[in-house]
């Protein structure tokens, strides 16, 4: 749901961007926050159309990539399917595994796995500043 810290930092972004608030965008980014799912952009576009009907493909897109630049939102691709976007304010880090065949997201966390990932970032002098890990294969039903 949108709260009113995302809607701050979107605002926000938005002014330091130059670009005004309007009613879609709040609209786009109330949609998007109350999906809480991995979510294309044609899926948000198809359940805004139903509320918006003057709606354009091409703002809900343009909308989606501002939240990703602002941190409210993450782009998921694999390979030549459409982007997902899944929420990433106040939501835990987790990793995915992504199965191949039907494209299905399963999310996952392992704190030895975040461990090893600053002890491998420290033993090459490296200062991670944020990281993405995703598996890919097959799912129990696929496989």
């Known amino acids: 749901m949108a709260t009113s810290e ?19 965008r709040e609209e786009i980014l109330h949609t998007f926050l109350k999906a809480d799912k991995h979510i294309t952009v044609d899926e948000l576009y198809n359940v805004l159309k139903k509320k918006c009907p003057d709606i354009g493909y091409a703002t ?21 399917q459409k982007a997902r976007y899944e929420q990433k304010y106040e939501h835990e880090h987790h990793d995915h ?4 065949k039907c494209g299905k997201f ?8 975040e461990k090893l990932q600053d002890k491998l970032a420290e033993a090459n002098d490296f200062k991670p500043i944020r990281h993405k890990m995703e598996i890919y294969g097959l799912c129990k039903k696929c496989s």
């Open 106 to 113: 399963i999310e996952v966390k392992d704190d030895r796995i």
């Open 60 to 80: 809900v897109h343009r909308n989606i990539k501002l939240m990703c630049g602002c941190g409210l939102a993450d782009e998921i691709k694999i390979g030549t």
């Open 97 to 100: 595994l992504i199965c191949l």
């Open 6 to 24: 995302s809607k701050e930092i979107f605002l926000s972004y938005l002014k330091k961007k130059g670009l005004r608030n309007t009613s879609q």
